[in-house]
């Protein structure tokens, strides 16, 4: 069975979707796993990190991404919903990444996620709003070893649609006041979300991000993050680095390397990916 983990924190800005997508990178490329991404921020970052603005923007007119998929939830009789044809297969600009798949995003996600919550309930009261995702990934989602979710920052149905499959979650955050302030409320709202429909959804652990090795701040917050009840800490810290921020650019290179960069970037997302498969292992 696949291992299903949400992407998550309330802040935006704090290297969500970078973790995400050099996570699905790294466990790919150098642990030789097959990833599944799914994007269900309507930011899209993590889909044009993947395969680009132009090939999204193909997918989007075409209706080839997730709002298609909540959209036929609010007209189940007008459903156009393609699995396959949404479906990306061997994305990444990466040449050594080979097998980490993608289901897009898009920007009409932000005109859906608020009706979701209206959707009819179907025969035998079959159909639930925080259930769409999972029924509609069911056949493929065994194909993959991971399944990456990157959620919007927020706790709304979409991000539950994504909890609702996933069997742990990790927190990327700055080690900031702002960046640090709703991992208690993520924490909480989730133990409680996973109480409600009897499913364990474990607190894999939080991942200080953009960290400055200089800032009394970053150390300060970094070390009250590792004496928290609320959530483990990884011990994988990823640096504020420009090679970082850059990556997010769909440009095709040859190696991890060259798109992380050589002074320790791509160590660290390496060490962070085997981190969390010996986390889900244990």
Avoid at 52 to 67: D, Q, R, S
Avoid at 79 to 87: G, I, N, P
Avoid at 119 to 144: C, H, T, W
Avoid at 233 to 243: A, G, H, R, S, V
Wanted: hydrophobic fraction near 40%; proline fraction near 5%.
């Amino acid at each position: 069975m696949a291992t299903v983990v949400s992407v998550i924190n309330l802040k935006g800005g704090v290297g969500k979707t970078t973790t995400t997508v050099a996570l699905a990178e790294m466990l790919s490329a150098a642990l030789r796993k097959k990833v599944l991404v799914i994007d269900l921020d309507p930011q899209t970052n993590a889909t044009t990190m993947l395969i680009g603005e132009e090939k999204w923007k193909e997918l989007n007119k075409a209706g080839h991404t997730l709002a298609r998929l909540f959209k036929d939830a609010l007209d189940p009789a007008n459903k156009s919903f393609d699995l396959q044809k949404t479906l990306q297969r061997k994305v990444s600009n990466v040449e050594d990444v080979r097998t980490v798949d993608l289901l897009p995003s898009s920007l009409d996600l932000i005109d859906v996620q608020d009706r979701i919550a209206s959707m009819q309930s179907g025969q035998f009261y079959a159909e639930n709003p925080i259930d769409i995702l999972r029924k509609a990934v069911k056949p493929i989602v065994d194909e993959y070893d991971f399944v990456l979710i990157d959620c919007p920052p927020n706790l709304g149905i979409i991000t539950l649609n994504g909890l609702r499959m996933s069997m742990g979650y990790m927190i990327p955050t700055i080690p900031d006041i702002l960046s640090t302030y709703g991992i208690p409320q993520i924490v909480k709202r989730i133990g409680e979300f996973s109480a409600a429909i009897a499913e364990p959804i474990e607190a894999l652990g939080i991942v200080v991000s953009k960290y400055r090795e200089q800032s009394p701040l970053h150390k300060n917050t970094k070390r009250q993050l590792a004496g928290e009840r609320d959530a483990p800490l990884f011990k994988t810290i990823i640096p504020e680095n420009t090679q970082i921020a850059s990556a997010a650019e769909f440009v095709p290179v040859s190696t991890l390397k060259q798109k992380w960069g050589y002074r320790g970037q791509y160590e660290a997302y390496h060490a962070l990916a085997q981190e969390l498969l010996e986390k889900v292992m244990a």
